[in-house]
């Protein structure tokens, strides 16, 4: 097995693409105006993973592949479009030394595991994001978009219906 060493550093927006390497072949699209939303709020949590773009000679262009990170990317350029973060603002990113590119996007996306929803702190925590969110703010004086507003004021509304269900789920099979 060998050993993947990488470094982070930050590379401008506009000399990053989507690598073909990427794995993700469905829903590359589907939450970028949430994704963009919480990047503006809170910036971004975690670095792109990237490998140096090569010409047919096996120089470096100066230019990146994303090859984990395709929906962070695209969020970052929405937030770009309107102005919100710099076409050439930096971006942290893992760049790539020596591993197979496919393999770290699959790392990336299969070895994951989404939290179970009763995990008591991250549960308490939706909770209380529900609970204290104001509908009646406007989206503009929000740090959130208006499809995150209303996803919250849905959540707001079936949380309390659904908290002894799943608390009640999460004691019979505790896996």
Excluded: W
Excluded at 106 to 124: I, K, Q, T, W, Y
Excluded at 131 to 143: K, N, Q, Y
Aim: charged letters at 20%; a positive charge.
């Amino acid at each position: 097995m060998s050993t993947t060493t990488f470094i982070v550093t930050e590379i401008a927006l506009n000399k990053l693409d989507v690598a073909e390497a990427n794995v993700r072949r469905t829903g590359r699209g589907n939450g970028i105006e949430e994704l963009a939303a919480s990047i503006a709020a809170h910036g971004l949590l975690q670095s792109l993973v990237v490998r140096p773009t090569l010409d047919d000679g096996g120089a470096p262009t100066g230019r990146y592949e994303v090859v984990a990170g395709g929906r962070r990317l695209a969020a970052l350029k929405l937030l770009a479009k309107r102005k919100a973060f710099g076409k050439a603002g930096p971006v942290p990113c893992r760049v790539l030394d020596g591993e197979d590119a496919g393999e770290a996007s699959l790392a990336e996306n299969v070895v994951r595991l989404d939290m179970h929803p009763a995990d008591c702190r991250s549960f308490s925590a939706a909770v209380a994001l529900a609970v204290s969110f104001r509908p009646s703010l406007p989206a503009a004086s929000s740090t959130v978009s208006p499809a995150v507003a209303r996803a919250h004021a849905s959540i707001r509304g079936l949380m309390c219906s659904t908290i002894a269900v799943v608390r009640v789920r999460a004691s019979l099979d505790p896996a």
